[in-house]
């Protein structure tokens, strides 16, 4: 599933607010390209982000401004270089199963 947010938004900073592992705010994002509740792929200002972790769950997304938030245990959060993407096939591979 892809959610993409309005292309008329203003573009904002991106930025990652976590609070004790349970929650987490986003920033910056573009759109979402696939999610569940164990991994996030997440298009941002900056890059692609994987967001990993178990339960986890959209709190909010507000397209205009390109916010999410999610809730749930989170494990892990890492950047994949978008020039990098077709080297990265194994990462994107298990999340588009």
């Known amino acids: 599933m ?8 203003i573009t904002y900073s991106h930025t990652v ?3 004790e592992r349970k ?3 986003i920033t910056g994002c ?17 890059g692609y982000m994987i967001v990993k972790g178990s ?3 959209i709190l909010k997304l507000d397209t205009m401004c ?3 938030s999610i809730k749930g245990k989170i494990n892990s959060i890492a950047y994949v270089d ?5 080297k990265d096939d ?4 298990k999340l588009f199963k």
């Not at 573009?30 to 900056?46: C, G, H, S, V, Y």
């Not at 978008?82 to 077709?86: A, S």
């Open 55 to 57: 339960g986890l769950e």
């Open 23 to 25: 929650s987490i705010i």
């Open 30 to 46: 573009k759109k979402i390209e696939n999610f569940d509740d164990e991994e996030f792929l997440i298009e941002t200002t900056l």
């Open 90 to 93: 194994g990462v994107f591979s």
């Open 82 to 86: 978008g020039k990098n993407k077709e």
């Open 2 to 9: 892809v959610i993409k947010l309005d292309k008329n938004e």
């Open 66 to 68: 390109g916010n999410v």
């Open 17 to 19: 607010n976590m609070q």
